[in-house]
């Protein structure tokens, strides 16, 4: 008998490749969405398995769950512009979702498995960022509703942990880039592919200086099979250590699609941190893991599904 998973946020970025490789891991999947910043058209190359299942449904309300292996918590808004946008949402989903999700897991006895971020560490003064950190987050700003919210599902699932025996894994993911992210979810790696490939200037928040480090999405999923097996309930960073300017970033898009566009800088958003960079010790140690893809090699695969 196949062991069941459920995904929330299935429809989504990551969510939906995490349902592909739990599929080809041998599992049934039960992926619920809500469909608010997930699109269907993600579930296309897996839907019609006979193991997946796609519930349309909002993880914050009591649903109905079965009883399960996993349950993955994947689902939230996840770029800036979407997560000032939908606020509200966000802070439910990952304060009301989480709860419900963990109750779920208390009852049946199956395993949590939270998507927590690096945005946790907010706009960070140790750096690079060990998962030891506490971060330097505004309570009161422009990202508050995601970071909170995020560090909310971290507290509250620490307290299943250790208050009622759930067994939970976490991971901080750090900025992951792929095939199947929303062309419109306003973040960097996809304004500027897609602004290059339109002809259109690429733009630059603020002056370009700030860092990030980018993952390729099938190092993550990578990272993740391998945190299901390992024996370990804290918090986890998943991202690749390697760092860029949001200009090194242009010029490596400009390389990658053959492009000579423009750069036009803009205002800088409120609360955007200036430097991110994972520290990933813990995750090489205790999952024999490390990126794979470089950001050149992952925009040419990203750019291949763009085109196709
Ligand atoms: N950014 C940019 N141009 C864009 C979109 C974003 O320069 O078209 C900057 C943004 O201000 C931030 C960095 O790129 O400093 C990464 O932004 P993103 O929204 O991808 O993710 P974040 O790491 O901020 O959550």
Not at 21 to 48: P, Y
Not at 215 to 220: E, H
Not at 239 to 264: Q, R
Request: hydrophobic letters at 35%; a neutral charge.
């Amino acid at each position: 008998m196949r062991k069941l998973a459920i995904v929330t946020g299935a429809a989504g970025f990551v969510g939906s490749h995490l349902c592909e490789r739990l599929l080809k891991d041998g599992f049934r999947v039960l992926g619920i969405d809500n469909l608010c910043t997930g699109a269907e058209r993600n579930l296309r190359s897996f839907g019609h398995d006979p193991h997946f299942e796609f519930l349309r449904a909002d993880c914050s309300e009591a649903l109905s769950l079965p009883t399960c292996d996993w349950v993955f918590h994947f689902a939230s808004p996840a770029s800036p512009p979407k997560y000032v946008k939908l606020a509200l949402e966000t802070l439910r989903v990952n304060a009301e979702g989480t709860r419900q999700l963990l109750q779920h897991c208390e009852r049946v006895g199956s395993k949590f498995f939270l998507a927590s971020t690096s945005e946790v560490y907010g706009d960070p003064i140790v750096h690079p960022q060990p998962e030891s950190y506490f971060g330097n987050v505004n309570s009161y700003g422009e990202r508050a509703m995601y970071d909170e919210s995020k560090r909310y599902a971290e507290a509250i699932t620490y307290v299943f942990t250790k208050q009622k025996g759930v067994d939970a894994r976490i991971i901080r993911i750090f900025n992951t880039y792929g095939p199947r992210m929303d062309p419109k979810d306003g973040r960097v790696v996809t304004n500027l592919m897609h602004q290059a490939l339109e002809g259109r200037p690429l733009t630059i928040y603020g002056d370009g200086s700030q860092t990030r480090s980018f993952q390729y999405i099938s190092d993550l999923i990578e990272g993740i099979s391998r945190l299901m097996k390992a024996d370990y309930q804290a918090p986890v960073n998943l991202g690749n250590p390697v760092e860029f300017t949001m200009l090194e970033l242009a010029e490596v898009v400009k390389k990658v699609t053959g492009t000579d566009a423009k750069i036009v800088f803009e205002p800088l958003p409120q609360d955007d941190p200036k430097q991110r960079k994972p520290d990933i010790a813990l995750a090489k140690r205790i999952l024999d893991w490390a990126p794979q893809i470089k950001l050149e090699a992952g925009l040419t695969q990203m750019l291949a599904s763009l085109r196709s």
